[in-house]
């Protein structure tokens, strides 16, 4: 089979005037009758670019000069921004972020559904900046410079940005970056520790509130452990070494204390607790809106029986249970069915059951439906829910909630939904991720 040739790219800039924006933050133009997508450009703008890939269909482009500027454009605050691939929307002011996301949300679901009106809900909104507690950091030295980068990756490359500070990380994170590089370069491994995963949860009396998870491809020296076990004691967090896979896991330092961190759910009087690799949402303050969100949708009185899907560790079971006479979270990982018991037990809830069940299937609901479901939510990953919502309709709860990261997705389940019987009441995107195209909704479903 013949390897089609790439096409060989133009080296002199081109004039676009940006039309308005992809559903993936980047500028449209067109270029004789050709689409362009333009990375860093806005709407009404017009920008010198080069181009960076030519392909049949379309082509893509990055800015090189900004010729007129938008009203919405901003300088970033980060002075990465245009570099680093942590962001892609520092350019465009945080209200308009919003009104672009929540038009992508509208007109997938308008699509979607033909015809079917819904309430559009304000956006919960948060901190734009230092909002950022879970973070996978690259690591690698770089012999050129002569120095260990730690960081995220450059935009559409390997390499990684050379960064001594996040304007999106938690401030405890974002200071620790240039230590962190002169620590792993002071090490006899400093060649073979490609990341570190880092975790943040709220400040507790007795345990720190941060862990950093060291990826290590070959084994640790005394001397190396002494080092990394100093810094992690002058700098208060929980250090975890991880030799392999995720199993390989194992906390170091402080030897002590649990292999935990906390974060607070002030409004319900909760304290999760929560293992650095487990998944936990990484904006703290949208969190919490947005279960009091999807309590407040939900309506939940004392009677209520709520089926809480792909629970996780249980962040909207356990405040669920709170308010409602029985909660059934349904999760496929077994750690985090033992996680959210192990919340419930500690939260002293005894309303409240988890199960594991492979929620990519569509299950038999028979152990399900003596429970008497009233009202249910789901939460899941960026594939979404399809393969289990008939099974949630055969349930014939009054409401449903749908928290989703991906308005695709849910904008396909929205429709499959209103085939089931249920009627799409309101919707609204949620900032959990500011400054990145990312984006995070929560939808309301009643029965017709």
């Not at 967090?237 to 204390?257: I, N």
Request: glycine content about 4%.
């Amino acid at each position: 089979m013949r390897r089609r040739r790439r096409q060989k790219l133009p080296k002199d800039p081109v004039v676009l005037d940006i039309e308005k924006l992809s559903h993936e933050g980047r500028g449209i133009a067109h270029l004789e009758g050709k689409v362009i997508f333009v990375d860093e450009a806005l709407p009404g703008e017009q920008v010198s670019a080069v181009y960076t890939q030519k392909r049949e269909s379309f082509d893509q482009a990055k800015t090189l000069e900004i010729i007129t500027a938008s009203k919405e454009r901003v300088e970033p605050p980060c002075r990465y921004a245009t570099i680093c691939g942590g962001c892609s929307l520092q350019h465009f002011n945080s209200e308009s972020q919003l009104l672009f996301k929540a038009s992508v949300l509208d007109e997938l679901l308008v699509q979607s559904l033909s015809g079917n009106n819904y309430k559009r809900m304000p956006p919960i909104t948060g901190p734009h900046f230092a909002y950022r507690r879970k973070a996978r950091l690259a690591v690698r030295y770089v012999h050129k410079k002569e120095q260990v980068l730690v960081g995220f990756r450059e935009k559409n490359s390997s390499f990684i940005t050379n960064m001594d500070s996040c304007e999106v990380l938690d401030p405890q994170v974002s200071n620790l970056l240039p230590a962190l590089s002169k620590l792993i370069a002071s090490l006899a491994a400093y060649k073979h520790i490609p990341q570190i995963e880092v975790a943040v949860g709220d400040e507790q009396v007795s345990a720190n509130s941060m862990a950093l998870v060291f990826r290590h491809l070959l084994p640790l020296d005394a001397d190396d452990l002494e080092k990394m076990t100093e810094f992690a004691e002058s700098h208060k967090f929980d250090l975890y070494l991880q030799s392999g896979g995720p199993d390989t896991v194992a906390k170091y330092y402080p030897k002590t204390e649990i292999d935990r961190l906390f974060y607070d759910l002030p409004d319900f009087q909760l304290n999760m607790a929560f293992h650095p690799m487990d998944f936990t949402q990484v904006n703290a303050q949208i969190n919490r809106k947005m279960i009091n969100k999807a309590i407040e949708l939900l309506e939940i009185n004392a009677e209520d029986k709520i089926l809480d899907l792909f629970c996780g560790l249980g962040n909207f079971s356990l405040p669920l249970a709170t308010k409602a006479k029985l909660v059934l979270g349904v999760e496929g990982s077994e750690a985090m069915v033992d996680r959210g018991q192990e919340n419930a037990l500690r939260m002293k809830l005894d309303n409240l059951e988890f199960s594991s069940a492979d929620l990519t299937e569509n299950l038999d609901t028979k152990h399900w439906s003596s429970y008497g479901f009233t009202k249910v939510l789901i939460d899941p990953p960026r594939s979404g829910a399809i393969e289990i919502l008939p099974a949630v309709a055969a349930l014939q709860p009054e409401k449903i909630v749908y928290i989703s990261c991906n308005p695709i997705t849910l904008a396909r389940d929205a429709a499959c939904l209103k085939e089931l019987g249920y009627h799409l009441e309101a919707a609204g995107v949620m900032d959990m991720f500011p400054q990145t195209t990312h984006v995070e909704s929560i939808a309301l479903f009643n029965k017709a």
